[in-house]
């Protein structure tokens, strides 16, 4: 996984995005804002980006995005319930086509049994109506889960979205 392969994404992100006439937003958690940085890096990604949320508090993720408290505490930051909640929360806060999501542990601390380091949890969200939640375990530092899990969001957004 390299920086270029994120750079084509990016590219065929926003090229699909402009020929649909569609807006996409993201909700980024472990990935601090990376997603959003990739897409806004390609000239003219403003005619299909206007804005993202990095919610990486529980806090932030309850007041920006509307995420539960209880489904937080019941399910803990990283899980399908709560990237599910944080996708459908920036899609409407964003009024945007296409909302993705992203919670994990890109470590070197913060893991368990349970939820190791570099387990991370995606959500999707279309104004169509249509969701998808993945769960992904990465390897490496945490540059290289962050940039995996920033490479896996924009790669399964063309996939199963665009």
């Known amino acids: 996984m390299s920086e270029n392969q994120l750079r084509r994404l990016s590219v065929l992100v926003g090229e699909k995005l402009k020929a649909q006439g569609r807006w996409i937003t993201c909700a980024e ?17 403003s005619a299909y980006f206007d804005r993202g949320f990095v919610t990486y508090s529980n806090a932030a993720k309850h007041d920006l995005l509307g995420v539960s408290e209880a489904t937080l505490a019941a399910h803990g930051a990283v899980s399908e319930e709560v990237v599910r909640e944080m996708a459908i929360g920036a899609l409407r806060a964003a009024q945007a086509d296409l909302a993705l999501s992203v919670s994990g542990i890109a470590g070197p601390d913060g893991g368990s049994a349970e939820k190791p380091v570099g387990t991370v949890w995606f959500g999707f969200a279309g104004s169509d109506g249509r969701g998808l939640s993945r769960m992904m375990q990465f390897e490496g530092d945490r540059d290289a889960v962050r940039l995996q899990a920033t490479i896996f969001a924009l790669q399964t957004a063309i996939d199963e979205f665009l």
Do not use: F, M, Q
């Open 29 to 45: 958690s472990c990935t601090g804002g990376g997603i959003a940085k990739a897409i806004t890096d390609i000239a003219g990604s």
